[in-house]
């Protein structure tokens, strides 16, 4: 679209976080949620720190007026806990667990420990339809963001047959970073949170 990051003009009370968390960075995505079931980028990058003035995912919070966030839980589960306790019921952490989960409900939310748990695949699946369907708007400028594209292609969708039933399942196989594939996941269902 024809619009550049970073963009300060958005709607204040309509903006979404997802992070995804590794070892040594978080990578961070900033959507603003539009009139008609569409979204746009706002504000992409990486952080080192969960807490501080600078360099931090709280500087972004605030800096953005986040509504509602999505953390990933993992690995760094006691920070990722001091966040949702800093900002309780607007910062939830997310997990991908292997449970069954139906196609309408791909997501659970968990209002009293503030958590979510998300169907990894039919999750992926409305995100790569959100993007294919332009219903998420990026920037003119994201392929600047050091890996963005590449990590948004990096998964790959497959069904395998399961050995025990005989039912072909589907999944998605990341063939190498994909960091900012789940941010945007975890933005997206920060910002279903906000319609619900």
């Known amino acids: 679209r024809d619009y550049y990051l970073p963009t300060t003009k958005y709607q204040k009370n309509q903006v979404y976080l997802g992070c995804d968390v590794g070892v040594d960075v978080l990578h961070v995505v900033v ?28 500087r972004i919070i605030e800096m953005y007026g986040v509504r509602y966030g999505v953390i990933d839980k993992k690995p760094e589960t006691s920070q990722v806990r001091k966040m949702v306790e800093t900002y309780p019921g607007r910062i939830y952490a997310a997990s991908y667990p292997n449970m069954k989960f139906s196609v309408k409900d791909y ?53 395998d047959r399961n050995k025990k039933t005989g039912v072909d399942q589907a999944k998605w196989l990341e063939k190498g970073a994909d960091h900012y594939l789940h941010t945007l996941n975890y933005a997206r269902i920060a910002q279903i949170r906000g319609v619900v």
């Open 31 to 58: 959507l603003e949620k539009l009139a008609d079931e569409k979204m746009r980028l706002i504000w992409a990058g990486t952080v080192h720190n969960f807490f501080g003035p600078m360099d931090s995912l709280e």
């Open 107 to 159: 997501y659970i939310y968990d209002d009293v420990r503030y958590e979510v748990q998300i169907d990894r695949t039919t999750s992926l699946d409305y995100l790569i339809n959100d993007i294919q369907n332009q219903r998420l708007e990026l920037p003119a400028n994201v392929g600047m963001i050091d890996g963005f594209y590449d990590q948004l292609l990096s998964s790959v969708r497959v069904t």
